[in-house]
């Protein structure tokens, strides 16, 4: 069975490309499974957290019995942002296909600020996928890494190396998807999936170059060279 692991940023198309995903004949998708744990142990507030807390376990361990558990389709696709993984076990992470989702952290930031008023590095995540990425790197495991600009200019050929790349035949359907909620989004969703809620396939939004406030920027200027470390290993039209 193939367990593609994603390690995205927020505010980016971790949710569209988990969309994607689910159109395919042969994949289950999981929305962030370890957020509840990442909510309880960090005691961050996050707009839905009761409910997040209410209806995941808090314990990651047991999250992960899940994912090695029996499916009914042979791939599952686990969409994950970095900062949850962060305070687990990075053993557990060996028998995963690991795949690192990136974002100019500029955009990021500004629209988490939309969200959460003062996001941190740790929020954004970039430090930490450059330094899994490295240690991953390390262990001899080959991450692949998507830049989400290039999957939203050109989606069917980075999709075409990504599914090369994790073991798939490339489906055609991973393109486009409904309008609306989805059954196997999280319960967080009312709070952070309203743009991806109005898509339908892979497509820049509006707000994508909304400007930084400039309390921001010092932030920015930080998470940019972490950006830069990634950016060169991403998938290439």
């Known amino acids: 069975m193939i367990r593609i692991n994603l390690i995205s940023g927020p505010r980016n198309i971790s949710t569209a490309l988990m969309y994607s995903f689910a159109q395919r004949s042969d994949t289950t998708v999981l929305d962030e499974p ?15 957290k009761e409910d997040v807390l209410k209806t995941q376990p808090l314990d990651y361990k047991e999250v992960y019995t899940t994912l090695y558990g ?10 994950n942002m970095a900062h949850h993984l962060e305070l687990m076990d990075e053993a557990l992470l060996a028998g995963l296909t690991n795949v690192f989702l990136i974002r100019n952290p500029r955009q990021i930031i500004a629209s988490y600020a939309q969200v959460i008023e003062a996001p941190t590095l740790r929020d954004i995540g970039i430090e930490y996928q450059a330094s899994l990425f490295k240690r991953l790197k390390a262990s001899g495991q080959d991450p692949v890494v998507l830049d989400s600009a290039g999957v939203v200019e050109h989606p069917t050929a980075i999709l075409r190396q990504l599914c090369e790349r994790v073991g798939l035949p490339f489906e055609a359907s ?9 059954s196997y989004d999280g319960v967080w969703a009312p709070h952070w999936y309203a743009n991806v809620h109005r ?13 930084l406030p400039p309390s ?3 932030l920015n200027n930080t998470a940019q060279r972490y950006y830069e470390m990634l950016l060169p290993f991403s998938l290439q039209p």
């Open 34 to 48: 370890f957020y509840a744990f990442y909510l309880h142990q960090s005691g961050v507030y996050h707009p839905g």
């Open 70 to 79: 029996e499916w009914e389709k042979p791939v599952l696709f686990i969409k």
């Open 174 to 182: 991973m393109l486009q998807w409904p309008a609306g909620p989805k």
């Open 199 to 211: 898509s339908t396939g892979f497509e820049k939004q509006p707000t994508s170059s909304r400007p």
């Open 216 to 218: 921001l920027e010092s």
